[in-house]
């Protein structure tokens, strides 16, 4: 065993699965890619050493740091940092002060919470340095307004209130005795097209996260309970029919689902159209746990009419999307929305169904994604206002935010800034209302008249 994986802290029994390897497994392959030589490897592991625990040497060609995540124990992996030790109590935590996440400066402005907190569990046996510890171990931001704690389980969103509830309204303006209100009739939608010229909108893309209720959220899923996770899943997706019909395939390397296999050309086109579930190359991503037993248990279904598509035991148990191209928000919605109804009376039964809470709405893992668990994001060409100093202002007014830029196309990715509070369908209004509005700044921008005045209109109503 090598040093850093000696030194990883191990689950606790609650968490940490059987010895027992599951029948009929001789071999393992677990395929690894995205690293940054872009090579794919592959690990052998008997069965006697799966689930795997940590990888030896001899099979290793992939980085250590990614290696660290992926195995059955915490996250442990100095060279990046990752060293702080979810299942102990610290006195005190370590230096916060030149990190940039809200968990961290929530537990920075209350120096008395992280002491208050560290000796609650769930009742999965869940604490707090488990949600915290990717917020702890990475200093610096991947990406804006990054969160730094997951929930373990439902359960977590209660026992650690006093921390869930600051970010949820960091994240979310919403109210602490607020009540997730919901509406997916798409009738009610605007009839509206937000580029009626074609010109801005590229391509349109709408998801929704589910977990199951009765399974811990993947950060804290045990190795069964993983592939019975997908189990469940799959069994409610075999069931579908008419227009959700569709096929389920495991991600390459994973043993626990065999009736389909994702063939090279098919894995290719879903890389190609950026619909491949993504592997957990991110320091961020294994210090949530996420990525560990990568990539068993996990898999994609793609509908026969390739427009709607769901990633399973991912960072959620269901990312469910709807791809268009152009500004076709309403009919993304329609058949999103269509997919969903449609596995949920699948899962009814398989004698499971979403998580749900009345103040929380739809559980997920990330409190970002709670409420309705609703992105829409528009991939939009709008060269005139990305050089604007004041792009991003203009976009946070509009309750957008812009999440992926090539600089060299003058293209991003916008999308809703929240979740919670308002239904799928007032979200999905006002974020076609805003998106909207870009087109026509641009339009005006394009044609050389000023906007400034109108920029500043904007600032000025409450």
């Known amino acids: 065993m090598s040093a850093a994986a000696a030194a990883a802290p191990q689950y606790p029994s609650v968490l940490r699965p059987a010895s027992a390897p599951a029948p009929g497994i001789n071999r393992l392959a677990l395929a690894l890619a995205g690293t940054s030589t872009g090579l794919l490897i592959y690990v052998v592991l008997s069965p006697k050493r799966y689930p795997p625990h940590y990888f030896d040497k001899q099979f290793i060609t992939v980085d250590e740091w990614i290696q660290q995540g992926v195995g059955n124990f915490e996250y442990y992996c100095p060279e990046k940092g990752a060293t702080f030790p979810p299942y102990k109590w610290l006195d005190r935590l370590p230096d916060l002060s030149q990190h940039n996440n809200h968990t961290a400066d929530v537990l920075r402005r209350n120096p008395g919470l992280y002491d208050e907190l560290k000796r609650r569990a769930t009742e999965n046996g869940i604490n707090l340095g488990k949600g915290i510890k990717t917020g702890i171990d990475n200093i610096s931001a991947q990406v804006d307004e990054q969160v730094g704690v997951v929930a373990g389980d439902a359960e977590s969103y209660s026992t650690f209130r006093e921390l869930f509830d600051e970010i949820i309204s960091r994240l979310h303006a919403y109210p602490k005795d607020g009540c997730q209100p919901h509406d997916f009739h798409s009738e009610k939608l605007t009839d509206a097209r937000i580029d009626p010229l074609g010109k801005c909108v590229l391509s349109c893309t709408i998801r929704v996260v589910r977990s199951l209720e009765g399974f811990n959220l993947p950060p804290s899923l045990s190795f069964e309970d993983r592939r019975e996770v997908e189990r469940v899943i799959a069994a409610a997706l075999a069931g579908l029919d008419g227009v959700s019909k569709g096929t389920y395939y495991p991600l390459p390397g994973s043993l626990s689902y065999t009736d ?174 805003s998106c909207t509005k870009l087109v026509g700044l641009e339009a005006r921008l394009e044609e050389g008249i000023d906007v400034d005045d109108e920029v500043r209109a904007m600032f000025s109503d409450k």
């Not at 709807?322 to 596995?343: I, N, Q």
């Not at 206002?385 to 991003?392: A, G, T, Y």
């Open 260 to 433: 389909t296999t994702l063939s090279k050309s098919e894995e290719a086109r879903l890389k190609e159209e950026g619909l491949l579930m993504p592997e957990p190359a991110s320091t961020i991503v294994l210090s949530s746990g996420i990525g560990r037993h990568w990539p068993d248990g996990r898999g994609i279904f793609s509908s026969a009419q390739r427009d709607v598509y769901i990633w399973v035991n991912n960072s959620d148990h269901m990312e469910i999307f709807a791809k268009a191209r152009g500004d076709d928000v309403k009919g993304s919605f329609e058949r999103l929305m269509r997919m969903v109804g449609d596995l949920e009376k699948g899962l009814r039964d398989q004698e499971c169904s979403f998580a749900h809470d009345d103040h929380l709405g739809y559980v997920s893992t990330c409190p970002s994604n709670l409420g309705t668990g609703l992105r829409i994001s528009l991939e939009m060409r709008l060269p005139n206002l990305m050089d604007r100093p004041d792009f991003r202002d203009i976009l946070g007014k509009l309750g957008l935010r812009m999440m992926v830029t090539e600089a060299s196309t003058n293209v991003c990715s916008v999308e809703n800034t929240h979740t919670m509070g308002l239904t799928e369908v007032q979200l999905t209004n006002d974020f076609m209302r």
